[in-house]
DNA sequence: TTCACTAACTAACAGTTGTTAGTTAAAATT
DNA sequence: AATTTTAACTAACAACTGTTAGTTAGTGAA
Protein backbone atom coordinates (compact mmCIF):
# COMPACT_ATOMS: atom_id res chain seq x y z
CA UNK A 1 0.00 0.00 0.00
CA UNK A 2 2.62 2.54 0.85
CA UNK A 3 4.22 4.53 -1.84
CA UNK A 4 7.37 6.12 -2.46
CA UNK A 5 5.88 8.75 -3.96
CA UNK A 6 4.29 11.35 -1.74
CA UNK A 7 0.31 10.91 -0.69
CA UNK A 8 -1.42 13.69 -0.64
CA UNK A 9 -2.38 13.21 3.33
CA UNK A 10 1.71 13.16 3.58
CA UNK A 11 1.45 16.62 1.72
CA UNK A 12 -0.79 18.13 3.88
CA UNK A 13 1.15 17.54 7.01
CA UNK A 14 4.40 18.57 5.24
CA UNK A 15 2.56 22.23 4.05
CA UNK A 16 1.15 22.19 7.53
CA UNK A 17 4.04 21.65 9.39
CA UNK A 18 5.78 24.85 7.21
CA UNK A 19 3.11 27.14 8.02
CA UNK A 20 2.68 25.83 11.72
CA UNK A 21 6.77 26.81 11.30
CA UNK A 22 6.33 30.14 10.34
CA UNK A 23 2.94 31.37 11.98
CA UNK A 24 2.51 28.81 14.88
CA UNK A 25 -0.41 25.89 15.29
CA UNK A 26 -3.22 28.21 16.54
CA UNK A 27 -2.39 30.94 13.59
CA UNK A 28 -2.53 28.52 10.87
CA UNK A 29 -6.41 28.15 9.65
CA UNK A 30 -7.37 24.69 7.54
CA UNK A 31 -7.96 27.54 4.69
CA UNK A 32 -4.73 28.45 4.59
CA UNK A 33 -3.59 25.04 4.39
CA UNK A 34 -5.60 24.28 1.92
CA UNK A 35 -5.46 27.41 0.09
CA UNK A 36 -1.57 26.35 -0.19
CA UNK A 37 -2.21 23.49 -1.87
CA UNK A 38 -4.86 25.19 -3.90
CA UNK A 39 -7.59 23.12 -3.35
CA UNK A 40 -10.53 24.18 -0.37
CA UNK A 41 -10.64 23.70 3.09
CA UNK A 42 -13.17 21.24 3.14
CA UNK A 43 -11.42 18.87 0.71
CA UNK A 44 -8.66 18.42 3.00
CA UNK A 45 -11.17 16.02 5.14
CA UNK A 46 -11.02 13.29 2.28
CA UNK A 47 -7.55 12.91 3.91
CA UNK A 48 -7.25 14.01 7.66
CA UNK A 49 -9.74 13.68 10.13
CA UNK A 50 -8.73 17.10 11.72
CA UNK A 51 -6.56 19.64 12.55
CA UNK A 52 -5.47 18.18 15.90
CA UNK A 53 -4.66 14.67 14.12
CA UNK A 54 -2.14 17.40 11.39
CA UNK A 55 -0.42 18.64 14.56
CA UNK A 56 -0.36 15.10 16.28
CA UNK A 57 1.06 13.49 13.48
CA UNK A 58 3.85 15.62 12.95
CA UNK A 59 5.01 15.70 16.93
CA UNK A 60 4.70 12.44 17.94
CA UNK A 61 6.46 11.01 14.82
CA UNK A 62 9.38 12.87 15.57
CA UNK A 63 9.24 12.48 19.46
CA UNK A 64 9.47 9.21 18.83
CA UNK A 65 12.41 8.99 16.38
CA UNK A 66 14.32 10.43 19.08
CA UNK A 67 13.14 8.05 21.48
CA UNK A 68 14.39 5.26 19.41
CA UNK A 69 17.53 7.24 18.96
CA UNK A 70 18.30 7.75 22.82
CA UNK A 71 17.43 3.94 23.36
CA UNK A 72 20.30 3.09 20.48
CA UNK A 73 22.67 5.31 22.03
CA UNK A 74 21.94 4.49 25.78
CA UNK A 75 22.82 0.66 24.61
CA UNK A 76 25.99 1.15 22.95
CA UNK A 77 28.15 0.74 25.91
CA UNK A 78 30.39 3.80 24.35
CA UNK A 79 32.23 6.13 27.05
CA UNK A 80 29.87 9.33 28.49
CA UNK A 81 31.81 11.46 25.75
CA UNK A 82 31.02 9.69 22.81
CA UNK A 83 27.39 8.94 23.96
CA UNK A 84 27.31 13.08 24.02
CA UNK A 85 28.44 12.97 20.51
CA UNK A 86 25.75 10.43 19.08
CA UNK A 87 23.19 12.61 20.91
CA UNK A 88 24.36 15.80 19.03
CA UNK A 89 24.44 13.88 15.85
CA UNK A 90 21.29 12.30 16.88
CA UNK A 91 19.86 16.04 17.10
CA UNK A 92 21.95 17.41 13.77
CA UNK A 93 20.71 14.49 11.64
CA UNK A 94 16.64 14.55 13.07
CA UNK A 95 16.14 18.29 12.82
CA UNK A 96 18.11 19.00 9.54
CA UNK A 97 15.10 15.85 8.22
CA UNK A 98 12.73 17.79 9.59
CA UNK A 99 13.37 21.36 9.96
CA UNK A 100 9.58 22.07 10.36
CA UNK A 101 8.44 19.41 12.28
CA UNK A 102 10.96 20.38 14.53
CA UNK A 103 9.43 23.84 15.17
CA UNK A 104 6.05 22.03 16.22
CA UNK A 105 7.95 20.16 18.44
CA UNK A 106 9.44 22.83 20.10
CA UNK A 107 7.04 25.87 19.74
CA UNK A 108 3.37 23.81 19.26
CA UNK A 109 3.18 20.87 22.08
CA UNK A 110 1.27 22.29 24.30
CA UNK A 111 -1.56 22.80 21.23
CA UNK A 112 -1.70 18.28 21.51
CA UNK A 113 -4.48 17.64 23.24
CA UNK A 114 -5.10 13.56 23.71
CA UNK A 115 -1.66 13.38 22.91
CA UNK A 116 -0.09 15.50 25.42
CA UNK A 117 0.52 13.34 27.98
CA UNK A 118 2.13 10.77 26.13
CA UNK A 119 4.63 13.40 24.59
CA UNK A 120 5.45 14.85 27.89
CA UNK A 121 6.56 10.74 28.86
CA UNK A 122 8.59 10.78 26.17
CA UNK A 123 10.15 14.04 26.44
CA UNK A 124 10.43 13.57 30.49
CA UNK A 125 12.17 9.65 29.87
CA UNK A 126 14.46 11.57 27.00
CA UNK A 127 15.97 13.82 29.32
CA UNK A 128 16.34 11.24 32.42
CA UNK A 129 18.11 9.55 29.88
CA UNK A 130 20.35 12.32 29.21
CA UNK A 131 21.15 13.40 32.53
CA UNK A 132 21.75 10.16 33.54
CA UNK A 133 24.22 9.57 30.84
CA UNK A 134 26.11 13.29 32.41
CA UNK A 135 25.83 12.02 36.14
CA UNK A 136 27.34 8.84 35.54
CA UNK A 137 29.82 10.97 33.43
CA UNK A 138 31.00 13.10 36.16
CA UNK A 139 31.17 9.96 38.66
CA UNK A 140 33.25 8.44 36.54
CA UNK A 141 35.55 11.75 36.12
CA UNK A 142 34.93 12.49 32.47
CA UNK A 143 33.20 15.37 32.68
CA UNK A 144 33.56 18.11 35.47
CA UNK A 145 31.86 18.36 38.51
CA UNK A 146 28.97 21.30 37.70
CA UNK A 147 25.49 20.67 38.15
CA UNK A 148 23.95 17.73 35.56
CA UNK A 149 20.80 20.12 35.41
CA UNK A 150 22.67 23.19 34.71
CA UNK A 151 24.79 20.99 31.76
CA UNK A 152 21.81 18.98 30.42
CA UNK A 153 19.51 22.01 29.63
CA UNK A 154 22.79 24.37 28.25
CA UNK A 155 23.26 21.78 26.00
CA UNK A 156 19.54 20.57 24.84
CA UNK A 157 18.86 23.96 24.32
CA UNK A 158 21.32 23.97 21.75
CA UNK A 159 19.94 21.42 19.96
CA UNK A 160 16.57 21.70 20.74
CA UNK A 161 16.99 24.89 18.92
CA UNK A 162 19.07 23.57 15.83
CA UNK A 163 15.85 23.97 13.26
CA UNK A 164 16.39 27.52 13.73
CA UNK A 165 19.53 27.75 12.37
CA UNK A 166 20.31 25.06 9.77
CA UNK A 167 18.27 26.44 6.99
CA UNK A 168 19.77 29.49 6.65
CA UNK A 169 23.07 27.83 5.56
CA UNK A 170 22.72 26.26 2.79
CA UNK A 171 26.16 25.46 2.23
CA UNK A 172 26.08 23.92 5.27
CA UNK A 173 28.13 20.36 5.40
CA UNK A 174 26.40 18.39 8.63
CA UNK A 175 29.56 16.50 9.42
CA UNK A 176 31.02 19.62 9.85
CA UNK A 177 28.46 21.03 11.91
CA UNK A 178 28.41 18.01 14.33
CA UNK A 179 31.88 18.38 14.71
CA UNK A 180 31.78 22.19 15.45
CA UNK A 181 29.25 21.73 17.86
CA UNK A 182 30.80 18.92 19.17
CA UNK A 183 34.16 21.15 20.55
CA UNK A 184 31.86 23.67 21.46
CA UNK A 185 29.38 21.99 23.42
CA UNK A 186 32.23 19.80 24.82
CA UNK A 187 35.42 21.69 25.33
CA UNK A 188 34.14 25.36 25.25
CA UNK A 189 35.56 28.29 23.50
CA UNK A 190 37.66 29.51 25.78
CA UNK A 191 41.69 28.63 24.60
CA UNK B 1 2.01 60.66 37.46
CA UNK B 2 3.62 57.36 37.07
CA UNK B 3 3.23 55.54 40.81
CA UNK B 4 4.84 52.80 42.47
CA UNK B 5 1.73 50.88 42.54
CA UNK B 6 0.34 48.72 39.46
CA UNK B 7 -1.61 50.54 37.15
CA UNK B 8 -4.63 48.48 35.55
CA UNK B 9 -2.68 48.68 32.33
CA UNK B 10 0.17 47.31 33.30
CA UNK B 11 -1.73 44.77 34.98
CA UNK B 12 -2.79 43.71 32.07
CA UNK B 13 0.10 43.45 29.92
CA UNK B 14 1.58 41.26 32.81
CA UNK B 15 -1.44 38.93 32.98
CA UNK B 16 -1.19 38.55 29.51
CA UNK B 17 2.39 38.00 29.38
CA UNK B 18 1.69 34.99 31.35
CA UNK B 19 -0.82 33.56 28.95
CA UNK B 20 0.82 34.05 26.34
CA UNK B 21 3.93 31.77 27.37
CA UNK B 22 1.10 28.84 28.38
CA UNK B 23 -0.45 29.11 24.88
CA UNK B 24 1.04 31.55 22.07
CA UNK B 25 -0.18 35.07 21.35
CA UNK B 26 -2.47 33.54 19.04
CA UNK B 27 -4.24 31.21 21.16
CA UNK B 28 -5.13 33.72 23.67
CA UNK B 29 -8.16 35.89 23.17
CA UNK B 30 -9.00 39.20 25.12
CA UNK B 31 -11.90 37.27 27.08
CA UNK B 32 -8.91 34.68 27.95
CA UNK B 33 -7.32 37.85 29.52
CA UNK B 34 -10.14 39.65 30.66
CA UNK B 35 -12.11 36.49 32.81
CA UNK B 36 -7.88 36.25 34.34
CA UNK B 37 -8.33 39.61 35.91
CA UNK B 38 -12.14 39.05 36.94
CA UNK B 39 -13.70 41.91 34.39
CA UNK B 40 -15.33 41.52 30.64
CA UNK B 41 -13.41 41.56 27.75
CA UNK B 42 -14.50 45.39 26.69
CA UNK B 43 -13.60 46.93 29.74
CA UNK B 44 -10.18 46.09 28.52
CA UNK B 45 -10.44 48.70 26.15
CA UNK B 46 -10.39 51.13 28.52
CA UNK B 47 -7.17 51.14 29.38
CA UNK B 48 -5.58 49.82 25.98
CA UNK B 49 -6.22 50.50 22.40
CA UNK B 50 -5.77 46.36 21.05
CA UNK B 51 -4.63 43.13 21.47
CA UNK B 52 -1.96 43.98 19.14
CA UNK B 53 -0.41 46.55 21.64
CA UNK B 54 -0.39 44.17 24.47
CA UNK B 55 2.16 42.47 22.07
CA UNK B 56 4.08 45.38 21.03
CA UNK B 57 5.02 46.59 24.93
CA UNK B 58 5.67 43.17 26.08
CA UNK B 59 8.30 42.80 23.30
CA UNK B 60 9.83 45.77 22.40
CA UNK B 61 10.64 46.95 26.03
CA UNK B 62 12.72 44.11 26.49
CA UNK B 63 14.30 44.07 23.85
CA UNK B 64 15.48 47.56 24.10
CA UNK B 65 16.54 46.41 27.13
CA UNK B 66 18.94 43.62 26.02
CA UNK B 67 20.28 46.32 23.06
CA UNK B 68 20.77 49.16 25.92
CA UNK B 69 22.88 45.98 28.29
CA UNK B 70 24.56 45.07 24.69
CA UNK B 71 25.44 48.88 24.14
CA UNK B 72 27.25 49.09 27.81
CA UNK B 73 29.22 45.63 27.42
CA UNK B 74 30.63 46.94 23.73
CA UNK B 75 31.99 50.26 25.62
CA UNK B 76 33.63 48.25 28.77
CA UNK B 77 36.79 48.01 27.84
CA UNK B 78 36.94 44.60 29.31
CA UNK B 79 38.63 41.24 27.67
CA UNK B 80 36.29 39.61 25.20
CA UNK B 81 36.39 36.55 28.11
CA UNK B 82 34.57 39.34 30.25
CA UNK B 83 32.62 40.63 27.45
CA UNK B 84 30.72 37.05 27.30
CA UNK B 85 30.21 36.60 31.00
CA UNK B 86 28.75 40.49 30.94
CA UNK B 87 26.39 39.09 28.51
CA UNK B 88 25.04 35.95 30.32
CA UNK B 89 24.97 37.71 33.29
CA UNK B 90 22.64 39.95 31.15
CA UNK B 91 20.35 37.50 29.93
CA UNK B 92 20.34 35.87 33.68
CA UNK B 93 19.26 39.04 34.89
CA UNK B 94 16.56 40.27 32.43
CA UNK B 95 15.13 36.62 31.82
CA UNK B 96 14.56 36.19 35.63
CA UNK B 97 13.24 39.69 35.58
CA UNK B 98 10.79 38.70 33.30
CA UNK B 99 9.86 35.32 32.75
CA UNK B 100 6.39 36.09 30.85
CA UNK B 101 7.63 38.35 28.34
CA UNK B 102 10.87 36.45 27.63
CA UNK B 103 8.10 33.57 26.17
CA UNK B 104 6.99 35.98 23.76
CA UNK B 105 10.03 38.02 22.83
CA UNK B 106 11.15 34.30 21.76
CA UNK B 107 7.96 32.53 20.82
CA UNK B 108 5.38 35.80 19.64
CA UNK B 109 7.83 38.09 17.59
CA UNK B 110 6.26 36.85 14.09
CA UNK B 111 2.70 38.17 15.63
CA UNK B 112 4.20 41.92 15.38
CA UNK B 113 2.76 43.78 12.79
CA UNK B 114 4.20 47.78 12.35
CA UNK B 115 6.56 47.35 15.05
CA UNK B 116 8.06 44.17 13.36
CA UNK B 117 10.70 45.67 11.18
CA UNK B 118 12.46 47.77 14.52
CA UNK B 119 12.54 44.27 16.42
CA UNK B 120 14.55 42.63 13.63
CA UNK B 121 16.22 45.73 13.39
CA UNK B 122 17.34 45.54 16.85
CA UNK B 123 17.79 41.72 16.89
CA UNK B 124 20.11 41.60 14.35
CA UNK B 125 22.09 44.81 15.72
CA UNK B 126 22.30 42.43 18.84
CA UNK B 127 23.65 39.46 17.23
CA UNK B 128 26.33 41.93 15.09
CA UNK B 129 27.61 43.29 18.25
CA UNK B 130 27.38 40.00 19.84
CA UNK B 131 29.03 38.07 16.77
CA UNK B 132 31.62 41.17 16.61
CA UNK B 133 32.97 40.33 20.21
CA UNK B 134 33.38 36.49 19.39
CA UNK B 135 35.26 37.44 16.40
CA UNK B 136 37.70 40.11 17.76
CA UNK B 137 37.86 37.40 20.66
CA UNK B 138 39.58 34.95 18.08
CA UNK B 139 41.29 37.41 16.45
CA UNK B 140 43.24 37.84 19.56
CA UNK B 141 44.09 34.30 20.27
CA UNK B 142 41.46 34.43 23.04
CA UNK B 143 39.30 32.18 21.40
CA UNK B 144 39.65 28.65 19.96
CA UNK B 145 38.97 29.06 16.27
CA UNK B 146 35.84 27.83 15.35
CA UNK B 147 33.20 29.41 12.82
CA UNK B 148 32.07 32.32 14.91
CA UNK B 149 28.58 31.75 13.81
CA UNK B 150 28.03 28.61 15.61
CA UNK B 151 29.99 29.32 18.58
CA UNK B 152 26.93 32.61 18.94
CA UNK B 153 24.19 30.12 17.81
CA UNK B 154 24.94 27.56 20.37
CA UNK B 155 25.10 30.31 23.13
CA UNK B 156 22.48 32.38 21.93
CA UNK B 157 20.23 30.15 21.90
CA UNK B 158 20.75 28.62 25.07
CA UNK B 159 20.77 31.85 26.88
CA UNK B 160 17.29 32.87 24.68
CA UNK B 161 15.86 30.11 26.67
CA UNK B 162 16.97 30.35 29.75
CA UNK B 163 12.50 31.84 30.89
CA UNK B 164 12.24 27.78 29.77
CA UNK B 165 14.26 26.95 32.66
CA UNK B 166 14.68 29.43 35.83
CA UNK B 167 11.16 28.84 37.18
CA UNK B 168 11.13 25.16 37.39
CA UNK B 169 14.09 26.25 40.32
CA UNK B 170 12.57 27.97 43.36
CA UNK B 171 15.61 27.42 45.22
CA UNK B 172 18.08 29.25 42.44
CA UNK B 173 20.60 31.57 43.17
CA UNK B 174 21.09 33.81 40.09
CA UNK B 175 25.08 34.12 40.74
CA UNK B 176 25.41 30.51 41.21
CA UNK B 177 23.52 30.27 37.90
CA UNK B 178 25.59 32.46 36.05
CA UNK B 179 28.52 31.10 37.68
CA UNK B 180 28.06 27.83 36.24
CA UNK B 181 26.53 28.86 33.25
CA UNK B 182 29.84 30.96 32.31
CA UNK B 183 32.09 27.74 33.22
CA UNK B 184 29.66 25.47 30.86
CA UNK B 185 29.82 27.75 27.76
CA UNK B 186 33.24 28.99 27.80
CA UNK B 187 34.80 25.98 29.26
CA UNK B 188 33.11 23.33 28.37
CA UNK B 189 32.14 20.08 30.49
CA UNK B 190 34.65 17.77 29.41
CA UNK B 191 37.71 17.65 31.62
C1' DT C 1 -21.27 -1.12 -19.53
C1' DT C 2 -21.89 -0.83 -14.79
C1' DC C 3 -20.16 -0.01 -10.41
C1' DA C 4 -17.69 1.61 -6.60
C1' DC C 5 -14.03 4.68 -5.20
C1' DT C 6 -11.31 8.85 -4.98
C1' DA C 7 -10.80 13.54 -4.29
C1' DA C 8 -12.33 17.56 -5.45
C1' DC C 9 -16.33 20.95 -5.00
C1' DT C 10 -20.34 24.36 -2.90
C1' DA C 11 -23.00 25.62 0.91
C1' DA C 12 -23.73 25.99 5.36
C1' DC C 13 -23.37 25.38 10.48
C1' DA C 14 -22.64 26.92 15.20
C1' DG C 15 -19.27 28.89 17.89
C1' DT C 16 -15.49 32.24 18.55
C1' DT C 17 -12.79 36.32 17.44
C1' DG C 18 -11.31 41.39 18.22
C1' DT C 19 -13.55 45.38 18.67
C1' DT C 20 -17.10 49.33 19.03
C1' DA C 21 -21.12 51.88 20.89
C1' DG C 22 -23.64 53.32 24.41
C1' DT C 23 -24.67 53.11 29.42
C1' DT C 24 -23.88 53.43 34.40
C1' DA C 25 -22.23 53.69 39.11
C1' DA C 26 -18.69 55.30 41.85
C1' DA C 27 -14.72 58.31 42.72
C1' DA C 28 -12.20 62.52 42.15
C1' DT C 29 -12.14 67.29 41.17
C1' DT C 30 -14.08 71.82 40.89
C1' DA D 1 -23.18 70.59 45.54
C1' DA D 2 -22.21 70.19 40.84
C1' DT D 3 -19.37 68.35 37.50
C1' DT D 4 -16.03 65.55 35.25
C1' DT D 5 -13.38 61.38 34.99
C1' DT D 6 -12.64 56.58 35.57
C1' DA D 7 -13.54 51.95 34.83
C1' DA D 8 -16.68 48.81 34.77
C1' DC D 9 -20.91 46.94 32.27
C1' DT D 10 -24.38 44.93 28.32
C1' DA D 11 -25.23 44.25 23.65
C1' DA D 12 -23.92 43.75 19.34
C1' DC D 13 -21.07 43.55 14.95
C1' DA D 14 -18.88 41.49 11.02
C1' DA D 15 -15.35 38.47 10.09
C1' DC D 16 -13.37 34.14 10.78
C1' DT D 17 -13.00 29.35 12.87
C1' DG D 18 -13.07 24.03 12.32
C1' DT D 19 -16.01 20.98 10.56
C1' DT D 20 -20.09 18.50 8.23
C1' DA D 21 -23.39 17.32 4.55
C1' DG D 22 -24.34 16.53 0.19
C1' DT D 23 -22.82 16.71 -4.69
C1' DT D 24 -20.00 15.76 -8.76
C1' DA D 25 -16.51 14.67 -12.24
C1' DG D 26 -13.02 11.44 -13.25
C1' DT D 27 -10.71 6.75 -12.65
C1' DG D 28 -10.05 1.88 -12.48
C1' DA D 29 -12.24 -2.75 -11.60
C1' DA D 30 -16.07 -6.03 -12.36
Redesign the interface.
Same mark, same amino acid.
Given at each position: MKNKIESRKEEIIRVAAKLFK? *??? $??VTMRDIAKTMGIKAASLYNHINSKQDILKAIIISLAEKFTAGMLEIKGSGESC +?NKLKAIIKLHVTLSSQNIYGMASLN /? &?W @??LEEQMPYYIKLRSEYEDDFKNI #?EHGIGE????N??P &?? @?M? $??L %? %?L? $?LY #??IPK?EDIDLND?TE /? #?S? +? #?? &???? *?
Open positions: E *KGY $SA +I /N &D @MH #LGELIVK &DV @MF $SI %T %TR $S #LWKL /N #LQ +I #LL &DGIN *K
